[in-house]
């Protein structure tokens, strides 16, 4: 790589005790400038590396690595590798578990190992395999960052990954939300005292990470399911993005672009959400009714304590703003968003317009929202 | 269509002398739907229906020839039919000229005909011949309709133009502003006395225009340049959009409601670009300094007059508001944002940074922003 040499000296000078960043391969220089981007933690703290085993996670665990290595990230950082068994592929699966443990044992890192149910998940929750997966492991991630006091889990999603991503939700008809993919970083879940970082989602090409696995000497496990056309995602990867590609070489760049792009814009908008959902439940005229009339809101425990609404602030607010700002009362007064569609949202402002009260909106799950006395008002039913 | 008959008697009961809605076919009972939904002129105007001779423009004005002759729409509406020969394709576009007359004629209105060079038009403006060509269409519109004193233009675009132009736009990598798409109505053009309305766009298959001119007794055209792969519009219409119906069969309607959510959020948006464009305008300190140093921004005459805005307003604002923000001030100054792209507008924020003015980011086309006393002035450069 042309002045990468020069960049080392200059680097060596400039930080003293580091080595040079010619030490470091391509791809783990790549992690290295975006981990600075990100301001992941480089001296000091526990970081949860979440590996399946794929090239994308073994080549994120195999530049961390290099970046401990290479003296980037100081000593005092302390990886530990976490893998879950979704329990999905029977022996396959237990395989996998076995040889992460077995690389993380050779690159002298602990690992911490889980086995999840996804399919009974998949049944109780009635989401689709690929969500139950993901809420295992996320939830798997969370336990372990919390049981070692690790502040950050890293995972291997990669520009290929945030391409599908953003595809799935245009498939699905989905806002900006949806449209905006995954974060390079974010809060793990509602606790917010862990982070999820994506360190190659803004950079790396899957292709690239299977290369640097085999330059490092590794050869990755393969997933079936990341071959199985049943499954839209793999669908997506294999059909559909290597079209795109021939309509614009840089088409998965530029769908990750336009996914920034709209977490930007989210962003904005959430920012005013946050401003007209203050505004609606702040209604002057709502403090005086709203001790006589608490058994509305508290019908079903903790989750369903939100304040009710004015019909009329939310009435004068831009379309966009207010829907957002419903899906968050909803979540925030049922706990989750599951089922939540468009067409909900639709009938809820149906009950915006006209003079008359009364009107019921139904929301799956046992949710309702009525307007009464200028107000809406989100009721969960008891079970 | 069951129950049509009898919501034809309530129509008759209700609107008098107007025709029961059975006498209408499917295709232009939607047509009237959505006519009503979007507020269209239906008892007096000039409207011009935009006619390439193609299937989907002849299914908008023999709908709207049935609405016209099942009164629905009355007699005070007045339909001119304009037809534009891009002159891209010889003696194919003449002949299409003279077929769009004559049907025009058949159903006895006024044909308006134009003929334009779109190629001459994409070397000066260095566009596409895409670009071009809707540049040397949309302005034809706007001559005839102010010709003959029409508020309304139509258009015949459907939701497959819809998605195509959602998946152009990813391909592109754009934001919400080009992922959203086609607006149902808009203003035409900067002038805003003439509205641009596209009946069909919400709800229209492209198959069902092609059926319903056939039921109608009318071949319409084909034009070669539509089969023509060169084109990536033609390859979005041809490969990709039937390989993203294969992953879900409502993938069109799902792009088109995806792109109306993008909408509504770019709406949002928009009121909030506004009020920090006044704000930046408006920094108390500017209006001393502005008579003084009249000459920075008023150097090339008119397309120059826009007033500087404040580097420490623009710097507390939100990046997805301020982005807007400054590309709708380039607009504003240089009159167009032809060939401005995310680096320039990432160029500008770079002059934000900071204590030091006396820094310049420049656009393309002989633009340069400015950072001097504390805020940004853009100034076109003489030719």
Request: a positive charge; proline letters at 3%; aromatic letters at 4%.
């Amino acid at each position: 790589m042309p002045g990468a040499n020069a960049a080392g000296e200059r680097g060596k000078l400039m930080r003293g005790e580091q080595q040079p960043l010619a030490k470091l391969s391509p791809f783990a220089r790549e992690v290295w400038r975006e981990w600075q981007r990100l301001v992941l933690p480089a001296s000091v703290g526990r970081l949860i590396v979440a590996a399946s085993g794929g090239a994308d996670s073994c080549a994120l665990l195999l530049a961390v690595d290099e970046l401990l290595k290479a003296r980037r990230l100081a000593a005092g950082v302390c990886v530990v590798v976490a893998h879950l068994d979704h329990g999905l592929r029977g022996a396959a699966g237990a395989a996998d578990a076995r040889w992460v443990a077995e690389l993380a044992r050779r690159l002298g890192y602990e690992c911490a190992s889980g086995r999840a149910s996804v399919a009974g998940r998949a049944r109780r929750e009635r989401d689709n395999l690929e969500q139950a997966a993901r809420g295992e492991r996320y939830e798997f991630l969370g336990r372990v960052a919390r049981a070692r006091g690790a502040g950050v889990v890293l995972t291997g999603h990669t520009l290929d990954d945030q391409a599908e991503t953003v595809v799935l939700a245009l498939l699905r008809g989905s806002g900006a939300a949806g449209l905006g993919g995954m974060s390079p970083v974010r809060t793990l879940d509602e606790r917010g005292d862990v982070q999820l970082a994506r360190p190659l989602l803004g950079w790396a090409r899957r292709a690239g990470t299977a290369a640097y696995c085999r330059e490092q000497g590794i050869e990755p496990r393969v997933d079936a399911m990341n071959e199985d056309e049943s499954f839209k995602r793999v669908r997506v990867r294999r059909q559909l993005l290597p079209l795109l590609e021939t309509l614009n070489p840089r088409a998965v760049e530029a769908l990750a672009r336009a996914a920034g792009l709209l977490r930007d814009d989210s962003a904005a908008l959430d920012e005013e959400t946050a401003k007209l959902l203050a505004e609606a439940a702040r209604d002057p005229k709502l403090k005086l009714e709203k001790a006589a009339h608490a058994s509305d809101v508290v019908a079903a425990g903790d989750g369903n304590k939100v304040a009710p609404l004015s019909v009329e602030v939310l009435r004068g607010a831009n379309v966009a703003v207010r829907r957002r700002a419903l899906r968050q009362w909803i979540k925030a007064g049922r706990g989750h968003l599951r089922r939540v569609e468009l067409v909900h949202v639709l009938a809820i402002e149906k009950l915006l317009e006209g003079e008359r009260g009364g009107r019921v909106a139904e929301l799956p799950g046992a949710c309702e929202i009525v307007r009464r006395r200028g107000r809406l008002w989100l009721r969960v039913k008891e079970p």
